[in-house]
């Protein structure tokens, strides 16, 4: 299957501070990349669809100015924490569509190795 | 509103036997399922689709299968075997206008495959 990377997969922070969170799909193009968060011991939450060349949708109730997205290529996007505060503590995963396989609108989701942030 | 929902939250077979893992929706306009088996802080791998228009798909010792009147999904795996022991969860998606492939995740099921 397509291999998509997350880096860092570990992060601690001071609270106060923006954290950047990288997204990449290393052998396939990805116009549409999705960031999730998971609570422990919960399912998977889709924070937002990040866009290649355009805004970002958040879903109802995501701030989106705390939750700064920007997909700069078709490779990578990349999820920014401004100001993170304790309750940002989770682990953040994103996932791209192949777009290569599939019907539209039924292409599989790869999913990268998530990244645990830490906010004291 | 869980559109996808797995009520069983655990479950526990013995080696080489078959595991049964279920999944319902409650949206009729989702139109293709995928299974993901999840280990601790990783992320999700892929495992199985299938399309509305099918009501089985099979790939090697897991099989899904499709109830749209009852809108319900189940995962097989037979034999079953302990690097299956996961989180296995069901997700959909619909397609629309937007065409965006948003996933709908189910909470998930931990599944314990004993030797």
């Known amino acids: 299957g397509a291999v998509v990377s997350q880096h860092p997969s570990w992060v601690i922070c001071k609270s106060g501070t923006s954290v950047k969170i990288e997204c990449r799909s290393l052998?396939?193009?990805?116009?549409?990349m999705f960031w999730y968060r998971q609570f422990p011991k919960q399912s998977l939450m889709l924070m937002a669809t990040?866009?290649?060349?355009?805004?970002?949708?958040?879903e109802q109730g995501v701030e989106k100015d705390k939750f700064l997205i920007n997909h700069a290529s078709l490779t990578l996007s990349t999820l920014t924490v401004t100001s993170a505060h304790p309750e940002d503590s989770s682990f953040y995963i994103c996932?791209?569509?192949?777009?290569?396989?599939?019907?539209?609108?039924?292409?599989?989701?790869?999913f990268g190795p998530g990244t645990r942030l830490l906010v004291l | 509103d869980q559109q996808v929902k797995q009520n069983s939250p655990s479950l526990s077979v013995q080696e080489g036997r078959i595991s049964i893992l279920n999944c319902d929706y409650t949206?009729?306009?989702?139109?293709?399922f995928l299974w993901y088996k999840k280990y601790p802080a990783e992320g999700p791998t892929f495992l199985i689709s299938?399309?509305?228009?099918?009501d089985k798909n099979e790939d090697g010792r897991f099989t899904v299968f499709l109830n749209k009147s009852a809108k319900h999904l189940s995962l097989h795996i037979v034999p079953s075997q302990p690097g299956d022991s996961a989180v296995y969860f069901c997700?959909?998606?619909?397609?629309?206008?937007?065409?965006?492939?948003?996933?709908?995740f189910g909470q998930g099921t931990t599944l314990q495959v004993k030797p």
């Open positions: 996932s791209a569509r192949d777009p290569g396989i599939g019907l539209a609108g039924q292409e599989t989701q790869y």
């Open positions: 052998d396939f193009q990805a116009t549409t």
């Open positions: 997700a959909a998606s619909a397609r629309s206008s937007s065409n965006t492939g948003k996933l709908i």
């Open positions: 949206n009729s306009m989702f139109d293709y």
């Open positions: 990040s866009n290649e060349g355009s805004k970002a949708t958040y």
């Open positions: 299938i399309s509305s228009i099918k």
